[in-house]
């Protein structure tokens, strides 16, 4: 049985860890609207007041903090003591990419469009080792329709956003394999996740003949399961917050051998690793906690660390 490490609580809807050098756990707080700091003695402050829906962080080249804002697209809603994100409100108007300065808390908008067109609701991103970002722009489901949305390859100065791969369905979690070679991505409501080999820098090998633009099938959830973001261990496994079963689903580089790490919450959407020896951090986001667990595998550096 797995031992389960309570970091904090009382999170509002808590997503995009990251294990920061001094031991901290950086984070946002979908609900909230904010970049938050959660230190080893589970005390919470507030980095940046972002505003709309912040839900995925990463380090960047310059020690900034890089943010997939959805622009507040969901409403929050309390269920038998479970937070769950609703319905769109009428106040959604978009999403956006932002940049924050961890050390004043100062942050600014790099991009509300890619390819010329409007970011809708972008979710989760991965730093590649050339400076660039990769992201996913989840979308919005109405009552009666839903956004066909994709794959981006951004840069960190704000000179240039492109939308690599279209269209999938509602993309969420992405990161990359250890040596960068192949780009993954967890679809949320198909349950499958996505292999793209890599070309260059935001580049990719996009050649499946029955789905245009989606990468390789590396597996496929069977029953009521969605997939949420993700991280890549230092073994090459994906490892994905799971929805509904609760936990953490690990699939092994070839897709040939699937984990299940079960957790105490049915919204269980990411997890991130302290470097390749230490814990690895998981987002109980319907009960607003984040945990540490011991994980099987090596952890994986980033290519860029706070």
């Known amino acids: 049985m797995t031992e389960i490490r309570t970091i904090a609580d009382g999170l509002q809807f808590p997503e995009g860890p990251i294990a920061m050098a001094d031991g901290s756990v950086v984070l946002v707080e979908i609900e909230r609207g904010t970049l938050s700091r959660v230190t080893p003695d589970g005390g919470v402050t507030v980095i940046a007041d972002v505003g709309g829906g912040p839900n995925g962080a990463a380090i960047g080249p310059d020690g900034a903090c890089y943010i997939t804002n959805n622009g507040g697209c969901f409403e929050f809603d309390d269920s038998m003591g479970v937070n769950i994100p609703g319905h769109v409100p009428d106040t959604w108007t978009g999403g956006s990419i932002q940049r924050v300065d961890l050390t004043t808390g100062a942050f600014e908008t790099l991009y509300t469009e890619s390819s010329g067109r409007p970011l809708r609701a972008p979710n989760d991103l991965v730093f590649d080792e050339h400076g660039g970002f990769w992201f996913t722009d989840h979308g919005v489901r109405l009552e009666r329709t839903s956004d066909r949305t994709g794959l981006h390859y951004a840069k960190a100065d704000g000179s240039s956003c492109v939308e690599v791969v279209h269209p999938l369905d509602s993309p969420n979690g992405i990161g990359l394999s250890p040596d960068g070679t192949v780009l993954y991505a967890a679809e949320t409501h198909t349950g499958r996740v996505y292999a793209w080999a890599v070309t260059g820098p935001g580049e990719v090998n996009a050649t499946n003949p029955i789905n245009p633009g989606r990468g390789e099938l590396l597996h496929g959830a069977a029953g009521a399961v969605l997939f949420d973001s993700l991280a890549v261990d230092g073994d090459g496994w994906v490892c994905v917050g799971t929805l509904g079963e609760g936990g953490i689903t690990a699939i092994s580089p070839d897709g040939s051998v699937v984990e299940h790490t079960p957790l105490p919450d049915l ?39 706070g």
């Open 267 to 305: 919204l269980v959407t990411n997890i991130c690793f302290d470097g390749t020896e230490g814990p690895a951090y998981c987002t109980l986001s319907g009960t607003g906690q984040l945990v540490a667990i011991d994980w099987p595998r090596p952890g994986l550096d980033l290519a860029y660390s």
